[in-house]
């Protein structure tokens, strides 16, 4: 079964600075898609980037950005320029492939305040 | 556009009662699934449907019963409630079919807190 390492349970970050949170993962597999995901104090779980396996290139989403890293199974989240609104439990998630409808994992969080 | 509601977003029960949530999508996607969060274990997943009448269990599925009689509904029923059934729980969505920028994409609910006495 995969499975998905968070080992930071909580970071700070001044406003406006760079922060990078971590994820390792576990797999067998070779193609699989890698997701970020947000929650706010609001609860809603929003998706904020996402990384395609089988591509080389790091995904960018705006002050987002990630850097895979296939052969060491490791998927870390750059948040650039850390806005307040940025303050959230970040979730890193796997999903095995296209067609694995209930296999995706989730790890435990990293919760992020961002402060002023 | 409502995406994925969830009913009730709060409830509070006492030990032994039952209950359903109820999960409503109206993108008309294929895939629904129910994972609960907890504290320091991320979200977990309970049960998930890949249709209309179909289910399949996920990680933790004991205490726990599901129902897809609608494409655009998902039913999460707890027969017996227990202590350890407190949690938030949550409803997802997604299209396996959504092109490039859609397939594989949970769209999830709002969340509802479930506390059992």
């Known amino acids: 079964a995969q499975t998905v390492t968070q080992s930071q349970p909580e970071m700070s970050v001044q406003e406006a600075e760079t922060v990078t949170l971590s994820c390792t993962y576990d797999?067998?597999?070779?193609?699989?898609?890698l997701f970020w995901y947000k929650q706010p104090p609001s609860r809603q779980m929003i998706l904020v980037i996402r990384q395609e396996a089988y591509k080389q290139q790091n995904a960018t989403e705006n002050r987002f950005s990630v850097n895979f890293q296939k052969a060491a199974k490791s998927f870390s989240l750059k948040i650039s320029d850390s806005q307040l609104g940025d303050t959230a439990m970040y979730f890193c998630a796997f999903m095995a492939s296209f067609a694995s409808a209930g296999d995706m994992r989730f790890g435990a969080g990293t919760r992020l305040t961002v402060k002023p | 556009n409502a995406g994925v509601t969830q009913t009730p977003k709060f409830r509070v029960l006492k030990t032994g009662q039952s209950m359903t949530l109820l999960c409503a999508q109206d993108m008309n996607h294929e895939y629904m699934y129910w994972y609960r969060q907890d504290p320091g274990m991320g979200l977990r997943l309970i049960h998930y449907?890949?249709?209309?009448?179909?289910?399949a269990k996920g990680e933790v599925p004991d205490g726990y019963n599901v129902s897809r009689l609608k494409k655009q509904n998902f039913l999460l029923g707890l027969e017996s409630a227990a202590p350890s059934q407190t949690s938030v729980y949550f409803c997802?969505?997604?299209?396996?079919?959504?092109?490039?920028?859609?397939?594989?994409?949970?769209?999830f609910g709002a969340g509802s807190r479930l506390t059992v006495l």
């Open positions: 797999t067998s597999e070779n193609n699989y898609y």
């Open positions: 997802a969505s997604r299209n396996p079919l959504g092109g490039y920028s859609g397939a594989n994409v949970l769209t």
């Open positions: 449907s890949v249709g209309e009448g179909t289910t």
